[in-house]
């Protein structure tokens, strides 16, 4: 013989699991607001930088800010402007943790840009090796886009002005 809960009983099950989510929200929320503290607390560098891209190519501008996230790794973000062709440029935003050894670093890149000239949205990925000295940085780096157009992958060389 089946045994049917009663009525009462399946509401109180499914109110609770509706609590039960909203809890899980509420426990992400909770761990975001606990890793911002580290965030502003930490000592950040705030930059403004310049890339010439060597394939032909034009140039890049980025306006970004890192902080130590460990003292093995700085972690940053930086939004970036490239004009790849007198047709083709992109606005994103890129993702860059770096890994230093006393004055020199190694970065990897990743960041979502928007493309014109119907190529829309596409991920940029690569990396970097620089060299801090002051409030300068020397750095050269490889990226390339998702699509395929004409330069979308660039060897560069620029330099950035630590604030």
């Known amino acids: 013989m089946i045994k049917k809960l009663p009525v009462m009983r399946k509401l109180t099950l499914v109110k609770n699991f509706s609590l039960a989510k909203k809890f899980?929200?509420?426990k992400k929320l909770l761990c975001c607001f606990a890793l911002i503290p580290?965030?502003?607390n930490a000592e950040s560098t705030v930059y403004l930088s310049g890339d010439y891209l060597t394939n032909g190519s034009k140039y890049a501008?980025?306006?970004?800010?890192s902080f130590m996230a460990s003292p093995e790794m700085n972690f940053g973000y930086?939004?970036?402007y490239a004009k790849y062709s007198d047709d083709v440029?992109?606005?994103g935003v890129n993702m860059k943790p770096t890994f230093p050894y006393g004055n020199f670093?190694?970065?990897p890149i990743g960041g979502l840009h928007y493309f014109n000239d119907n190529i829309d949205?596409?991920?940029v990925y690569g990396g970097e090796v620089g060299y801090t000295q002051g409030r300068m940085t020397f750095?050269?780096?490889y990226k390339e886009a998702s699509e395929d157009f004409k330069y979308s992958d660039n060897i560069y060389v620029g330099a950035a002005i630590n604030f």
């Open 105 to 107: 670093y190694i970065a």
């Open 61 to 65: 501008l980025q306006y970004g800010f």
């Open 24 to 26: 899980s929200w509420a």
């Open 121 to 123: 949205t596409a991920f």
């Open 78 to 80: 930086e939004l970036e």
């Open 38 to 40: 580290s965030v502003v």
């Open 139 to 141: 750095r050269v780096g």
């Open 89 to 91: 440029h992109s606005f």
